[in-house]
């Protein structure tokens, strides 16, 4: 499975949907999530905005990536 770091303790989905390279924008973001394209640790999510941090796991039609907080991976 791949990993996305992310900066801080936590990300939007949205915004990870952007970082791992699942959709090109926002409004993709938003369509995407809308439809019940994406799960997160195997449950459909339909909040753009919900919180990710370490561990989590973002699936889209079959991929799916690990969230890996840089934060977590130093202490």
């Known amino acids: 499975m791949r990993e996305v770091e992310i900066r801080d303790e936590s990300i939007r989905l949205g915004q990870f949907l952007k970082l791992a390279g699942f959709i090109d924008s926002g409004a993709d973001a938003k369509a995407t999530i809308a439809d019940g394209h994406v ?10 905005g919900r919180q990710l941090r370490d561990g989590d796991v973002v699936t889209i039609g079959g991929d799916s990536v690990r969230v890996v907080s840089a934060t977590a991976s130093n202490d």
């Open 39 to 48: 799960s997160v640790n195997r449950e459909t999510e339909v909040r753009r």
